[in-house]
């Protein structure tokens, strides 16, 4: 199995900060995921990137794939209380999709 | 609306008492798979199948059964549940397999087996 590692593990910062979560593996793959879980849900879609070098964004998040396309980041500037959740990297290795273990993100008010 | 439903959220149960958590979905997606969540170790796959009929073991089967009689439902089967099988199962769905395509989670459902 693919080890996909995320870190920070945990990340509290004031609200208005930015920050940048990083999800690595050793080994390659066609595209990267990026879910966010809020507590008491599942775990919900935010980007796919499939492109090596590829760079996405949603509103405030900034999605990147390395080139090698072995490593992922998420940049959230000016962090809001309504990003707080856990940040899931995820990565299809065969017929199972691979999560990383995640970073627990808190922004405070 | 679109979504995966789990049935029950929450559940407390004795160890080797026999129980089954069911998962729905109603967008008509082949791919079915549940997970469990533990801290610090993510979302482990346990089981999946791919289509009617058609299941395969995940990272961590052991102790768990599932069957796809129709394409809509997956349910997770303990035999004989144990303390280690405590944790956050997630079922979820989606077209087909890849990291390509959007998977849709139901909420959860929080098994403590005492």
């Known amino acids: 199995t693919q080890l996909l590692e995320q870190s920070p593990q945990f990340l509290s910062i004031q609200e208005g900060e930015n920050l940048t979560v990083y999800c690595n593996s050793s080994?390659?793959?066609?595209?990267l995921q990026w879910y966010r879980q809020e507590p008491g849900e599942g775990p919900v879609l935010l980007v796919t990137?499939?492109?090596?070098?590829e760079v996405k964004k949603l509103k405030r998040l900034t999605f990147q794939f390395g080139d090698a396309r072995k490593d992922s980041s998420l940049h959230i500037t000016a962090a809001q209380p309504g990003d707080t959740g856990l940040y899931l990297c995820?990565?299809?290795?065969?017929?199972?999709?691979?999560f990383g273990a995640g970073t627990i993100l808190r922004v405070k008010s | 609306e679109a979504q995966v439903t789990q049935n029950p959220r929450y559940l407390i149960t004795v160890t080797g008492k026999k129980l089954t958590v069911t998962c729905s979905q109603n967008?008509?997606?082949?791919?079915m798979s549940w997970y469990r969540q533990d801290p610090g170790l993510g979302l482990r796959q346990i089981y999946y199948?791919?289509?009617?009929?058609?299941?395969d073991k995940g990272d961590v089967p052991e102790g768990y059964k599932v069957s796809r009689k129709e394409k809509r439902n997956f349910p997770l089967i303990l035999e004989s549940p144990s303390p280690n099988q405590t944790s956050l199962y997630f079922c979820?769905?989606?077209?087909?397999?890849?990291?390509?395509?959007?998977?849709?989670f139901g909420q959860g459902t929080r098994l403590t087996v005492v």
């Open positions: 979820a769905s989606s077209y087909f397999l890849g990291a390509r395509t959007e998977a849709f």
């Open positions: 080994s390659v793959f066609s595209s």
């Open positions: 990137v499939v492109t090596g070098g």
């Open positions: 995820a990565g299809a290795e065969g017929n199972k999709l691979v």
């Open positions: 967008m008509n997606h082949e791919y």
């Open positions: 199948s791919m289509n009617v009929e058609v299941t």
